[in-house]
């Protein structure tokens, strides 16, 4: 395998890892925008409970105007205090619904930092071997470079003395002839 192929070979795989942590970071913003969804909602509870609490406030102060007149409104009182037992009830489940949402958003907190772990750790790894493998051919390519300058040298050195020795000969058989 040439360097070329190798280098070829890293950056598929760079690329490939550069693809992954894009889906990754799409799916991240994804269900972030989930998660603002959500807490967009529950502030929405939020208020729509304040607005029940002063509903159940202005009911009690119309309780108390209507006293004088409760042996003919006992049926309306009792409908009433149905009514305001379905609304805690309805409270008592909407704090657990609450409750539940703000596991289940905890819950995803953690799955995407582990997540998010797990993939940095995959990262990291994946970089440090091509670290080592680029220090290691190039480290491979310098010896191979300074071995082929050594041997040009040496070339270069039996070259000169073949011609110093082709010229003695020749001057010698120049002036004998």
Known sequence: MTVEEMFDAFSSQLAQLLQHVAEVRRTTVRLERQYEDLHGEIRSMQGEMKSMKSDIESMQSDIKSLQSDVKSLQSDVKSLQSDMK???????????????MQDDIRALDEKIDKRTEFLSGKIEHHF???????????SRFDEERYIRRFREQEIVARLDA???????LEAQSSPSS
Do not use: Y
């Open 86 to 100: 379905s609304l805690q009830s309805e409270m008592k489940s909407m704090r657990s619904e609450m409750t539940t």
């Open 162 to 168: 073949v011609e110093a020795r082709v010229a003695r």
């Open 128 to 138: 440090g071997a091509l670290r080592e493998e680029l220090i290691r051919d190039r």
